[in-house]
T-cell receptor, first 115, second 116 residues
Framework: AQSVTQLDSQVPVFEEAPVELRCNYSSSVSVYLFWYVQYPNQGLQLLLKYLSGSTLVKGINGFEAEFNKSQTSFHLRKPSVHISDTAEYFCAVSDSDDSWGKFQFGAGTQVVVTP | DTGVSQDPRHKITKRGQNVTFRCDPISEHNRLYWYRQTLGQGPEFLTYFQNEAQLEKSRLLSDRFSAERPKGSFSTLEIQRTEQGDSAMYLC??????????????FGEGSRLTVL
């Protein structure tokens, strides 16, 4: 079974500074990778996904992530954060077979943006 | 609003009582998932349906938990004889399969259960 590790439980960052959230997953033949964001009192929203193709994927709100198969990583980055990016971010992986959708989520990284 | 909706949003109950949560997926989605999220953790998979068939259940889903999707549309998750350890956010998600699959799960806002 897949496992996902988000190395940082909380990341404080100043407004307009860059941020990187780290995600590593256990090895598998073929996986789909996702980053979801959860704002306070809201449901999970998809930021971006990697299914196949280019290893650099761009998502909403200026976020991007790079799939690195050899390092089994899918780190999320944003070059300049806003106060509104304060939220919890979850990395998720799904095996790309018929049981996809049975996501394994990381424990989450809380991003706190301060002025 | 055509997103995934869940009801109730909050439920407080006493230990030993039964509770039921309802999920209405996006109408054309044939897959429906239940996840559980406890404080400080990511969501954990519980079970999923393809149309009305329940295809997989996690070991987390004890005998006190039962989920149904009788007509392949809405789903219910019932917890019998609730325990304090059942306190969590119960999340529902839906998706398409086959060629229409975008690889994404669409989540509802969740039903928060507090067992006293």
């Amino acid at each position: 079974a897949q496992s996902v590790t988000q190395l940082d439980s909380q990341v404080p960052v100043f407004e307009e500074a860059p941020v990187e959230l780290r995600c590593n997953y256990s090895s598998s033949v073929s996986v789909y990778l996702f980053w979801y964001v959860q704002y306070p009192n809201q449901g999970l929203q998809l930021l971006l996904k990697y299914l196949s193709g280019s290893t650099l994927v761009k998502g909403i709100n200026g976020f991007e992530a790079e799939f690195n198969k050899s390092q089994t990583s899918f780190h999320l980055r944003k070059p300049s954060v806003h106060i509104s990016d304060t939220a919890e971010y979850f990395c998720a992986v799904s095996d790309s077979d018929d049981s996809w959708g049975k996501f394994q989520f990381g424990a989450g990284t809380q991003v706190v943006v301060t002025p | 609003d055509t997103g995934v909706s869940q009801d109730p949003r909050h439920k407080i109950t006493k230990r030993g009582q039964n509770v039921t949560f309802r999920c209405d997926p996006i109408s054309e989605h044939n897959r429906l998932y239940w996840y559980r999220q406890t404080l400080g953790q990511g969501p954990e998979f519980l079970t999923y349906f393809q149309n009305e068939a329940q295809l997989e259940k996690s070991r987390l889903l004890s005998d006190r938990f039962s989920a149904e999707r009788p007509k392949g549309s809405f789903s219910t998750l019932e917890i019998q004889r609730t325990e304090q350890g059942d306190s969590a956010m119960y999340l529902c998600a839906s998706s398409l399969t086959g060629d229409a699959n975008t690889g994404e799960l669409f989540f509802g806002e969740g039903s928060r259960l507090t067992v006293l």
